[in-house]
């Protein structure tokens, strides 16, 4: 396929934002999201600095700890529904260390447009955040990153097939979430299968600690790849953990993919200077593609472009 038809198809870039995540604790930053009011304000905002796709996780109002209950969903769902047109995006990554009926019980309940869908088993560090922290807000935050030295993100092929079962019944379609290389090839199979459709959404992840390293080489090659088996049938977002959040964010888009920020991929708006909000990033990434002149896609134009059901066949 050629090159200047897989660009064709991007003239316009999907900015995703993810939220608050289940990586960072809240003694990592007192602007991370906990609260369903906190969450949902976040997410509006985010959409109205330029957010396509919000992609949300939830957690206990008390304690910040990550919870994949569709009761904690149904606090803030119903409110960015009702106060911005953006497309919402539910984790069945979950946090770490939940069953797969817990990662997949809020986004059966509420059928949204997309849910996230990671697309193989890895090891899954984060163990490096605690030893920079000295004194943690919650007794759960140290346990919880220091496990990650010994934890594997699992997602057989199994786990895998019944996700995107169960949730493609309800008309949701998938941000694949590709670690490395090796992922790409577990989408096409299950495409070879006919588990899944084109056009396909794919999230490279970049720059976790057993997974694909934040490199523009890797970030080329995911492409090379993805090309030889999708042709025109996908686009490629990407994210960048940490620091090389907007580096990775500016390199996609040039190559004429789509961005992903948030609170969740990094904490920080610049070199040592922690974000204030979610719309601080989006507002960012916005404006630096705007100066390159690349034009940023509408929520109504991504559903077009990911062929999704829309907001009014959603369960919330």
């Known amino acids: 396929m050629a090159r200047e038809e897989i660009v064709r198809k991007s003239k316009k870039v999907i900015v995703s934002c993810a939220i608050t995540g289940s990586i960072h604790t809240p003694t990592m930053s ?8 906190q969450i949902a304000s976040e997410a509006i905002a985010a959409a109205e600095a330029g957010a396509a796709i919000l992609h949300l996780h939830a957690r206990h109002p008390e304690t910040g700890q990550p919870s994949q209950s569709p009761e904690h969903y149904a606090q803030f769902l119903p409110r960015i529904k009702q106060s911005c047109d953006a497309v919402v995006n539910i984790t069945t990554g ?38 920079r922290i000295t004194e943690f807000e919650n007794d759960w935050e140290k346990p919880y990153l220091e496990m990650t ?26 941000e694949f979430e590709c670690y490395d290389i090796g992922h790409l090839y577990n989408v ?24 694909i390293a934040a490199e523009t080489e890797h970030l080329a090659h995911m492409r090379r790849t993805a090309d030889s088996l999708f042709g025109e049938d996908y686009y490629l977002s990407c994210l960048g953990a940490g620091r090389h959040q907007m580096p990775f964010a500016v390199s996609n888009a040039l190559a004429g993919g789509h961005v992903r920020v948030g609170l969740e991929d990094s904490i920080y708006i610049s070199k040592g200077e922690l974000a204030k909000s979610n719309a601080d990033q989006v507002a960012k990434i916005v404006r630096i593609l705007g100066e390159l002149s690349i034009e940023i896609a509408t929520p109504d134009e991504a559903r077009e472009m990911l062929d999704l059901k829309g907001p009014g066949a959603v369960g919330f």
Not at 30 to 37: A, E, F, H, N
């Open 188 to 211: 096409a199979h299950f495409a070879e299968r006919g588990l899944i459709k084109p056009p396909f959404f794919i999230q490279g992840v970049f720059g976790i600690l057993g997974g």
């Open 149 to 174: 030295k010994d934890f594997i993100l699992s997602n057989t092929f199994a786990q895998i097939e019944r996700g995107v079962s169960e949730l493609s019944a309800n008309g949701t379609r998938f």
């Open 30 to 37: 007192p602007y991370l999201p906990i609260t369903p009011d």
């Open 94 to 131: 979950g946090g770490l260390g939940m069953s797969l009926d817990d990662r997949l019980a809020a986004a059966v309940w509420a059928k949204p447009e997309v849910a996230s869908m990671n697309m193989g088993s890895l090891n899954f560090n984060i163990s490096g955040a605690a030893g």
